[in-house]
């Protein structure tokens, strides 16, 4: 009796798959993260993570659904920092990310690219600046809804550009790349899991990245800054949600095991190869997350307000 009541206790959580959902669609960067991370996570949990994608409004119909699913420690969420800015751009949101939510920890950092069509026009960045500014209304610009990592860069674009361009919102910035590779949209700003592939095999043109420093993998792509837009600094963090009201042996088993993963060289090789790297170990936990979603969503409210006409 003991040994089967030690066993019931070993079993515990998880006994059965769990769901991870992404709330953009397939093969955009934020379900490449999840999809590497779930099948991780499932090896050392012992059950299968299933990812469920589920697109639109920005990434907000994801979270949503998240947030009213049963808080049994089987239905997860990974999201990234649209979860902070979706809680200025929209009046009305079905959840409060920092009440809806339990959070499990943090996933990775991605630099963002600014990308376009393999024939758009411009050489460099600098005729890039000159070109869309004397282009904007007709060009267009990619993003996966109001509330993305996308839309994010491409309203801090238009901000620094000052020229309001046409955007057209997709389910994910999967199906966006699908249209920019066949050159029925001009440009978009997108995360390098999602970009590198395409940079790599000439498919669509690079003109500069969203981060502070010049990226290893592409040591020619100049920064947003150096090209002359300081205001372009976005590095979209990703996270692990469950449902508020979870219960914390499932969250603290959610957390170990990303903690796990977080560690495992095979994920570093991977993102490493896709312009990223793992979150450190120690921020693969729900103090880290939480802390780092109150912070975001303090940070970018200001700059959300001061972007404005370009937000919608
Ligand atoms: C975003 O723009 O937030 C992401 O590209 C959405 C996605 O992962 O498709």
């Not at 009541?5 to 769901?19: H, I, L, M, W």
């Not at 090896?43 to 299968?48: I, P, R, S």
């Not at 372009?232 to 796990?260: C, F, K, M, N």
């Amino acid at each position: 009796a003991i040994l089967l009541a030690s066993a019931a206790v070993a079993q515990g959580y998880p006994d059965r798959q769990v769901t991870m959902v992404v709330p953009f669609a397939a093969g955009g960067p934020t379900d490449t993260v999840a999809r590497l991370v779930a099948e991780k996570m499932s090896a050392d949990l012992g059950q299968q993570i299933i990812v469920e994608n589920v697109g639109g409004a920005g990434g907000t119909l994801g979270a949503a659904q998240v947030a009213e699913a049963e808080a049994d420690g089987y239905t997860i969420l990974l999201h990234h920092i649209g979860m902070a800015t979706s809680e200025s751009l929209y009046r009305e949101l079905p959840y409060n990310a920092l009440e809806a939510f339990a959070p499990v920890g943090l996933v990775t950092e991605v630099p963002m690219t600014v990308v376009a069509r393999a024939d758009f026009e411009p050489a460099d960045m600098a005729s890039f600046v000159t070109y869309v500014k004397e282009n904007a209304d007709t060009i267009t610009m990619a993003n996966a809804g109001i509330g993305a990592a996308s839309h994010l860069c491409g309203m801090l674009l238009m901000q620094a550009l000052e020229a309001p361009i046409v955007t057209v919102p997709y389910r994910g910035t999967g199906p966006a790349m699908t249209e920019l590779v066949g050159g029925q949209i001009d440009i978009m700003c997108d995360q390098t899991t999602n970009t590198t592939e395409q940079i790599q095999g000439g498919t669509i043109k690079a003109y500069a990245v969203t981060t502070p420093e010049r990226l290893d993998l592409f040591p020619d792509l100049p920064t947003a800054a150096e090209a002359g837009l300081p205001g372009i600094e976005v590095s979209v963090w990703h996270g692990i949600y469950a449902p508020a009201g979870t219960p914390q042996e499932a969250v603290d088993r959610l957390s170990t095991s990303l903690q796990t993963v977080l560690a495992d060289p095979e994920l570093s090789t991977r993102l490493a190869e896709l312009g990223t790297a793992p979150s450190p170990v120690e921020d693969g936990t729900p103090e880290a997350l939480s802390a780092k979603l109150s912070a975001e969503i303090e940070r970018w409210r200001p700059i959300i307000e001061e972007a404005g006409v370009y937000a919608d």
